[in-house]
């Protein structure tokens, strides 16, 4: 890859400002507060205990060695060696207390994390969690999280970072103020310069210069991770699909067919070499970001630890103060000085950061356009349902094609409906409007004469079972996949099971519907073949007991002779139902009521079946005469075939 391509990998966005920064890791702060209050309170006990405990250590030492220097008297040395036993004991007792609260709460605080986009994906409307973008920007915050530590988390570490600077600091500061009270006697003529005022500000300010030069160098090198997210991004992302490819069962055989391997390894060097060591990280460490990095340590060692030593121990030669006193200065102003640089570092991460938690938030606060409607779904006994479609047009957010144009029907509980076409002709598209998970682009549907915008939108959702052409099983049990339930009532699950037609691969199941599909939850669970997950779905759609029954291509898995076959059970056992069949295969439509035949986004053609396939210039006696041969032997059939 050349240098050109990947200096143009380079973000071009600017970073915020820092008090934009200072409010999204606020807002981020808060968010974990409201959903983990007790991580805020283990963070702040545990960096608090753990900031200034190290100090008490500091102080001890410095006195023991001071007295041994010193008077060397017995009692004050007892008494100094077992304040220092006690203390550690303390301090690592109360540690490990606080270690394990905090573990106990960390341990949860990533699930909750995960479970709030999970939450926020499952609660969006359906046009909303359907566009790819809202799936781009899921996609990309849980990439930049696992790959470059960015989003939502990373205000959690600089949160713990800065609180633990802060502390330190204080705690430094209240070690460190008798070094500067501390005189150098008068007969140290040449040294008494160290007393002065303003030699101790100009040492002050020395010490925060460097402080503060030393962090920003850190926070520059540390930036190149922010703008060149997008190259990380996207060189994880495919190191990740490929680099798990061999591992994916479904691929097994082709892989090896096709000698995928060969291609796959191929492909992935060429578009992997970001981590390699002639890739883009591997230069920016050899350049800019290795420079910004070593001098940000240099200037650490030469000026605040040089400046440290000399200071302290010119005093101390001085006659200022004992040996012992140096330990204790030396490594409280080392740790204070060190505080005010990670101070200004977490600061810059924050800021570095900030741009990742904004794209959090944009995710989190997507607002719902759906109307969710306040009309009760009236519960008739006589299930008395009429749905009607009047000139209703549908096109898909972002797309100047109609999907569905100027669709008029109407039908009643009761009735079996097919809806049958060529793939892409708009019949899926029509069931996602029948049932409310997008609302027409032009034009009205009525449910009882009524808008169903006006229904309350999980009310009216309750009306329907749908099985969908992509639908989906989850590995819980059987059971408690028809109720979508952790609790099921098992004879009524048996029942579905068996007038769907799964009633004797239920019988060969030792926990019958205790059974797991698939074995992530136990390793008694049973995978299941594509026909018979599909007979799960239809018998989930008999467990709901909803008035509407729609089947989208659900049997698409099996041959035509079985489908037929379960189509004419399927429509014995739905009683006073109303069942819509959507087919390009037309098995299901000799037995319904009506056909709705589409047609590039209309429906062209309507009637019952004997009608339909009677117009020799149809589309339906088109398509029926196509596929004649593939259903039971009927006088159409064989003259179809001969």
């Given at each position: 890859?050349?240098?050109?391509?990947?200096?143009?990998?380079?973000?071009?966005?600017?970073?915020?400002?820092?008090?934009?920064?200072?409010?999204?890791?606020?807002?981020?702060?808060?968010?974990?507060?409201?959903?983990?209050?007790?991580l805020?309170?283990?963070?702040?006990?545990?960096?608090?205990?753990?900031?200034?405990?190290?100090?008490?250590?500091?102080?001890?030492?410095?006195?023991?060695?001071?007295?041994?220097?010193?008077?060397?008297?017995?009692?004050?040395?007892?008494?100094?060696?077992?304040?220092?036993?006690?203390?550690?004991?303390l301090?690592?007792?109360?540690?490990?207390?606080?270690?394990?609260?905090?573990?106990?709460?960390?341990?949860?605080?990533?699930?909750?994390?995960?479970?709030?986009?999970?939450?926020?994906?499952?609660?969006?409307?359906?046009?909303?969690?359907?566009d790819p973008?809202?799936?781009?920007?899921?996609?990309?915050?849980?990439?930049?999280?696992?790959?470059?530590?960015?989003?939502?988390?990373?205000?959690?570490?600089?949160?713990?970072?800065?609180?633990?600077?802060?502390?330190?600091?204080?705690?430094?500061?209240?070690?460190?103020?008798?070094?500067?009270?501390?005189?150098?006697?008068?007969?140290?003529?040449?040294?008494?310069?160290?007393?002065?005022?303003?030699?101790?500000?100009?040492?002050?300010?020395?010490?925060?210069?460097?402080?503060?030069?030393?962090?920003?160098?850190?926070?520059?090198?540390?930036?190149?991770?922010?703008?060149?997210?997008d190259?990380?991004?996207?060189?994880?992302?495919?190191?990740?699909?490929?680099?798990?490819?061999?591992?994916?069962?479904?691929?097994?055989?082709?892989?090896?067919?096709?000698?995928?391997?060969?291609?796959?390894?191929?492909?992935?060097?060429?578009?992997?070499?970001?981590?390699?060591?002639?890739?883009?990280?591997?230069?920016?460490?050899?350049?800019?970001?290795?420079?910004?990095?070593?001098?940000?340590?240099?200037?650490?060692?030469?000026?605040?630890?040089?400046?440290?030593?000399?200071?302290?121990?010119?005093?101390?030669?001085?006659?200022?103060?004992?040996?012992?006193?140096?330990?204790?200065?030396?490594?409280?102003?080392?740790?204070?000085?060190?505080?005010?640089?990670?101070?200004?570092?977490?600061?810059?991460?924050?800021?570095?950061?900030?741009?990742?938690?904004?794209?959090?938030?944009?995710?989190?606060?997507?607002?719902?356009?759906?109307?969710?409607?306040?009309?009760?779904?009236?519960?008739?006994?006589?299930?008395?349902?009429?749905?009607?479609?009047?000139?209703?047009?549908?096109?898909?957010?972002?797309?100047?094609q109609?999907?569905?144009?100027?669709?008029?029907?109407?039908?009643?509980?009761?009735?079996?409906?097919?809806?049958?076409?060529?793939?892409?002709?708009?019949?899926?598209?029509?069931?996602?409007?029948?049932?409310?998970?997008?609302?027409?682009?032009?034009?009205?549907?009525?449910?009882?004469?009524?808008?169903i915008?006006?229904?309350?939108?999980?009310?009216?959702?309750?009306?329907?079972?749908?099985?969908?052409?992509?639908?989906?099983?989850?590995?819980?049990?059987?059971?408690?996949?028809?109720?979508?339930?952790?609790?099921?009532?098992?004879?009524?699950?048996?029942?579905?099971?068996?007038?769907?037609?799964?009633?004797?691969?239920l019988?060969?199941?030792?926990?019958?519907?205790?059974?797991?599909?698939?074995?992530?939850?136990?390793?008694?669970?049973?995978?299941?073949?594509?026909?018979?997950?599909?007979?799960?779905?239809?018998?989930?759609?008999?467990?709901?007991?909803?008035?509407?029954?729609?089947?989208?291509?659900?049997?698409?898995?099996?041959?035509?002779?079985?489908?037929?076959?379960?189509?004419v059970?399927?429509?014995?056992?739905?009683e006073?139902?109303?069942?819509?069949?959507?087919?390009?295969?037309?098995?299901?439509?000799?037995?319904?009521?009506?056909i709705?035949?589409?047609?590039?986004?209309?429906?062209?053609?309507?009637?019952?079946?004997?009608?339909?396939?009677?117009?020799?210039?149809?589309?339906?006696?088109?398509?029926?005469?196509?596929?004649?041969?593939?259903?039971?032997k009927?006088?159409?059939?064989?003259?179809?075939t001969?």
């Amino acid at each position: 890859m050349s240098k050109n391509r990947e200096k143009n990998k380079k973000s071009t966005k600017s970073l915020p400002s820092l008090r934009e920064a200072w409010r999204l890791n606020r807002k981020a702060l808060m968010f974990y507060y409201h959903t983990n209050p007790k991580l805020i309170l283990s963070k702040i006990l545990s960096t608090l205990w753990g900031a200034l405990t190290p100090y008490v250590g500091i102080y001890l030492a410095a006195q023991v060695i001071e007295e041994l220097a010193g008077g060397c008297d017995p009692v004050r040395l007892r008494e100094l060696v077992l304040a220092t036993l006690l203390s550690g004991a303390l301090i690592a007792l109360v540690s490990a207390l606080l270690g394990r609260f905090a573990a106990i709460v960390d341990s949860s605080s990533w699930c909750s994390y995960d479970l709030s986009f999970s939450q926020k994906m499952m609660e969006l409307d359906f046009p909303i969690a359907d566009d790819p973008e809202t799936r781009r920007k899921l996609s990309t915050i849980r990439q930049n999280q696992n790959g470059v530590g960015m989003g939502l988390f990373s205000a959690l570490y600089d949160f713990e970072r800065l609180m633990q600077s802060v502390f330190s600091l204080f705690g430094g500061l209240a070690l460190t103020l008798s070094l500067f009270s501390s005189k150098v006697p008068e007969s140290q003529k040449g040294l008494t310069f160290l007393n002065s005022p303003l030699f101790i500000l100009l040492f002050l300010l020395i010490l925060t210069a460097s402080s503060f030069l030393s962090s920003l160098l850190a926070t520059k090198a540390d930036s190149y991770s922010a703008l060149y997210a997008d190259t990380h991004r996207l060189a994880n992302r495919l190191f990740s699909y490929f680099g798990f490819l061999g591992g994916q069962v479904s691929l097994a055989a082709d892989m090896r067919i096709y000698r995928q391997d060969l291609f796959c390894k191929k492909y992935n060097e060429d578009k992997t070499d970001t981590f390699n060591s002639k890739g883009i990280y591997a230069r920016l460490a050899k350049g800019p970001v290795g420079f910004y990095a070593s001098a940000s340590t240099a200037v650490s060692i030469l000026f605040l630890t040089g400046c440290i030593y000399v200071f302290v121990c010119l005093k101390a030669w001085a006659g200022a103060f004992g040996i012992g006193m140096v330990t204790q200065y030396i490594s409280a102003i080392s740790r204070f000085s060190g505080s005010i640089g990670s101070t200004f570092s977490t600061i810059g991460h924050m800021r570095n950061s900030s741009s990742f938690i904004k794209l959090c938030f944009d995710f989190l606060e997507i607002p719902n356009t759906m109307y969710q409607g306040s009309l009760t779904v009236e519960k008739r006994r006589d299930r008395e349902y009429e749905v009607e479609f009047q000139d209703v047009s549908f096109r898909y957010p972002g797309s100047e094609q109609y999907a569905l144009r100027h669709v008029n029907m109407k039908f009643k509980v009761g009735q079996r409906l097919a809806v049958v076409g060529q793939n892409g002709s708009g019949k899926t598209t029509f069931i996602k409007l029948l049932c409310r998970l997008y609302d027409p682009t032009e034009g009205v549907i009525l449910l009882n004469g009524i808008d169903i915008r006006k229904y309350n939108y999980r009310e009216y959702l309750s009306v329907f079972s749908v099985v969908f052409q992509d639908f989906s099983l989850t590995d819980h049990t059987l059971g408690q996949n028809l109720a979508a339930s952790s609790t099921y009532t098992k004879t009524h699950a048996e029942s579905c099971l068996v007038k769907a037609g799964f009633g004797e691969r239920l019988a060969t199941l030792p926990l019958g519907t205790d059974t797991y599909l698939g074995k992530i939850f136990s390793q008694e669970g049973v995978d299941m073949s594509g026909g018979e997950r599909q007979k799960i779905a239809l018998a989930r759609t008999l467990y709901k007991d909803s008035p509407f029954i729609v089947l989208d291509e659900p049997t698409a898995a099996l041959d035509p002779v079985a489908e037929s076959e379960v189509y004419v059970n399927f429509n014995q056992i739905i009683e006073d139902k109303t069942a819509v069949y959507i087919s390009h295969r037309l098995s299901s439509c000799r037995f319904c009521d009506e056909i709705l035949v589409f047609d590039k986004g209309k429906i062209v053609q309507h009637g019952s079946h004997d009608t339909l396939v009677a117009d020799r210039k149809g589309k339906y006696h088109e398509l029926w005469y196509a596929q004649a041969q593939y259903y039971a032997k009927t006088p159409e059939a064989e003259a179809a075939t001969i």
